[in-house]
């Protein structure tokens, strides 16, 4: 149910939405008796999201049973997730943002000239998603650039490789490159996001956590930006109108911004949350031990196929629940959201005649999250 068609929900989805806004998906054989649920109402989605009687912790099946990962936020309940929140925050304050922004500028130039001398057709998905989430976010973690390509060929083949061998294996070069480094940040923190964490909040995070969470913010800024910007670059080729309006009209961005975002949803849904206790969802009772799985482009792409739902950045803002709700809601929107406001208008002005190089030849999606396989464009 989370794969796409295009841009849009598949009609499985579609038919668990039309039911209502909590589907019971099943339950358990197992004697516990526990049951699965899916979330796509946007008040019911809000209320799970926000509510203490959820965990986000794994707490149930497969290797990972009962298991938090140190340093992967998203697992944390509270009084963890508090402490740990908090020591991450100053890293990613509007003032470090806006300290950053003439190095992403930087990055999403240099890959700008490099697609323009390679030339088209030209596959946009390594060239643009890749070069430019991977290079922006090793910056602001502070990995040296000559350690950049081999750190994110790990990452990407920890995710991509066919062999479960040669994942685990991709896996373990990935994790064993982020110990070293925080045992090298701890030694000399510099003014990059984990030196920040050691200088003001060393003392409150363990090295397992430091290791942990440099691993997820690259995984979620080299993967899940990555596949954003990907989408992004195919959404302007299919909607060059509104292209056409981003560029004439430069301050229209925010609320440009918000609409892709909404109607992108690349980060389609959320890991299940775990009721802790009997709570009621709207008119739905969720037992304690039941699971809730948050549909995010259930709840942001409500209104599909009707006129309300079209991306469109002129109509007024449509609440939407792309970069999370409550305690969990994106720690790393605001380095997400720079690179974003960055690099598609850019992109929009130096391509503006970007198109499809094989017209004819559909554009292969795979696995949720959603991943654009290959995009040939020219210009």
């Not at 000239?113 to 643009?128: E, K, N, R, T």
């Not at 991977?134 to 991509?160: N, Y």
């Not at 290791?211 to 299919?238: I, N, P, S, Y």
Request: aromatic share 8%.
């Amino acid at each position: 149910m989370h794969w796409r068609d295009r841009f849009d929900p598949v009609q499985l989805l579609l038919d668990f939405m039309a039911k209502g806004p909590m589907t019971e998906l099943g339950t358990e054989e197992d004697g516990e008796g526990r049951t699965a649920w899916l979330a796509t109402g946007f008040d019911e989605v809000r209320q799970v999201l926000g509510s203490d009687k959820f965990s986000s912790r794994l707490l149930y099946g497969g290797t990972a049973s009962g298991i938090t990962f140190p340093g992967f936020i998203t697992q944390y309940d509270p009084p963890e997730h508090t402490r740990l929140r908090r020591v991450l925050s100053p890293a990613f304050s509007v003032r470090r943002m806006e300290r950053f922004r003439s190095q992403v500028e930087q990055v999403v130039e240099d890959t700008l000239d490099a697609i323009d001398s390679i030339g088209g057709p030209l596959d946009f998905v390594p060239h643009f998603g890749w070069a430019i989430a991977t290079t922006a976010t090793c910056d602001f973690l502070g990995i040296p650039r000559d350690d950049q390509t081999e750190l994110s060929r790990s990452l990407h083949a920890s995710r991509a490789e066919r062999s479960g061998t040669r994942r685990v294996a991709a896996g373990n070069r990935y994790m064993t490159y982020m110990s070293q480094n925080t045992a090298r940040t701890r030694r000399d923190p510099g003014d990059d996001m984990l030196g920040v964490v050691v200088r003001e909040h060393g003392d409150e995070i363990t090295d397992s956590e430091l290791t942990g969470l440099a691993a997820f913010v690259m995984g979620a800024g080299g993967d899940q930006v990555a596949r954003f910007l990907a989408a992004g670059a195919w959404l302007m080729v299919e909607a060059p109108e509104q292209f056409d309006l981003l560029r004439e009209k430069p301050d229209v961005i925010p609320d440009w911004l918000e609409e892709m975002v909404r109607y992108l949803s690349t980060s389609e849904k959320l890991t299940p949350r775990i009721a802790t206790e009997d709570v009621r969802i709207g008119d739905f009772l969720v037992k304690a031990g039941d699971t809730v799985t948050c549909s995010l482009i259930g709840v942001n792409r409500r209104d599909f196929p009707a006129p309300e739902d079209r991306f469109d950045i002129t109509r007024p803002k449509t609440p939407h629940v792309a970069w999370g709700h409550g305690i969990h809601h994106c720690l790393g929107r605001p380095l997400a959201d720079l690179i974003f406001r960055v690099a598609i208008p850019a992109l929009a002005t130096r391509f503006p005649k970007l198109r499809l190089a094989e017209p004819d030849r559909e554009i292969k999606l795979g696995p949720p999250p959603f991943d654009v396989k290959a995009l040939p464009l020219d210009w």
